[in-house]
């Protein structure tokens, strides 16, 4: 990938970087409602489902954080489009679609693959457990 579009991610993944501690310092502020707010149980388990949601979706976005402080790390050290784990260079079609990519495409396949695996293999073993303890 040329420099010019390495900067030109470097600085979309920034702003993405931005909007996101943004919205991370928002949801803190509004997760700190005075649950007097909610006197009715019912208005109040409403609003703790919302606030759930809320968590999952701050939980994603935590890690991509994590994800683009680290794709930025990569382009500081020059090593933006390299796969992690077996060193080739990166599509930049890949590039283009998730700038926080740190594996090609094989890789990645692969990795998805035994990750697919794990939890089947998880869960069987959970279903294996359970229908011997139900005898």
């Given at each position: 990938?040329n420099t010019n579009n390495v900067h030109y991610l470097?600085?979309?993944?920034?702003?993405?970087?931005?909007?996101?501690?943004?919205?991370?310092?928002?949801t803190s502020a509004e997760m700190k409602t005075d649950?007097?707010?909610?006197?009715?149980?019912?208005?109040?388990?409403?609003?703790?489902?919302?606030?759930?949601?809320?968590?999952?979706?701050?939980?994603?976005?935590?890690?991509?954080?994590?994800?683009?402080?680290?794709?930025?790390?990569?382009?500081?050290?020059?090593?933006?489009?390299?796969?992690?784990?077996?060193?080739?260079?990166?599509?930049?079609?890949?590039?283009?679609?998730?700038?926080?990519?740190?594996?090609?495409?094989?890789?990645?396949?692969?990795?998805?693959?035994?990750?697919?695996?794990?939890?089947?293999?998880?869960?069987?073993?959970?279903?294996?457990?359970?229908?011997?303890?139900?005898?």
């Amino acid at each position: 990938m040329n420099t010019n579009n390495v900067h030109y991610l470097k600085s979309l993944l920034i702003n993405n970087l931005h909007d996101l501690h943004l919205s991370a310092g928002k949801t803190s502020a509004e997760m700190k409602t005075d649950e007097k707010l909610f006197p009715d149980p019912l208005d109040r388990a409403t609003a703790d489902l919302g606030r759930g949601v809320d968590l999952i979706i701050r939980g994603r976005e935590r890690e991509l954080i994590r994800e683009i402080e680290e794709a930025l790390t990569r382009i500081d050290q020059g090593e933006f489009g390299i796969c992690q784990n077996c060193g080739s260079t990166i599509s930049d079609k890949r590039l283009w679609a998730k700038p926080t990519s740190s594996l090609c495409v094989e890789c990645k396949e692969k990795e998805e693959g035994r990750q697919r695996r794990r939890s089947i293999l998880n869960d069987y073993s959970a279903m294996a457990s359970h229908s011997y303890m139900s005898w």
